[in-house]
């Protein structure tokens, strides 16, 4: 599976962006794709993912309320709306998945198995 990031840019807080995640695999029964983040100097952290067989989504504390995780299936594609951005949502995006997770590893890095190139996301105050 080879996934492909983009969407990423500079913005201003309190603006959107949009970042998509297309993958290369025609069926994804049982898969979780998710989003993680690794801005300056930090570890890299979950945002959030989504089951693709059944819809359910996954945030973080840090953007619940203002990112929206979503997918389109003819597209294989997988998007992060973000909402009312801030300075401190300023990384590089990448976009993960699996087949094989169980709903408490989603968050771990570790687990995911396929990873995309990542995109940068720049918020100035």
């Known amino acids: 599976v080879q996934l492909q990031a983009s969407g990423g840019g500079l913005v201003q807080a309190g603006d959107s962006l949009r970042l998509s995640c297309t993958a290369s695999s025609r069926s994804f029964s049982r898969w979780f794709m998710a989003w993680f983040r690794q801005a300056p100097g930090k570890e890299r952290e979950f945002v959030a993912a989504y089951k693709w067989t059944g819809g359910s989504t996954y945030y973080a504390d840090a953007v619940k309320g203002r990112f929206t995780i979503s997918r389109d299936s003819a597209k294989n594609t997988v998007y992060l709306q973000m909402n009312n951005l801030k300075p401190e949502d300023t990384a590089v995006y990448y976009c993960?998945?699996?087949?094989?997770?169980?709903?408490?590893?989603?968050?771990?890095?570790?687990?995911?198995?396929?990873w995309g190139q990542g995109t940068l996301v720049t918020v100035s105050s």
């Open positions: 993960a998945a699996d087949s094989s997770l169980i709903s408490s590893s989603i968050r771990i890095e570790s687990q995911y198995d396929y």
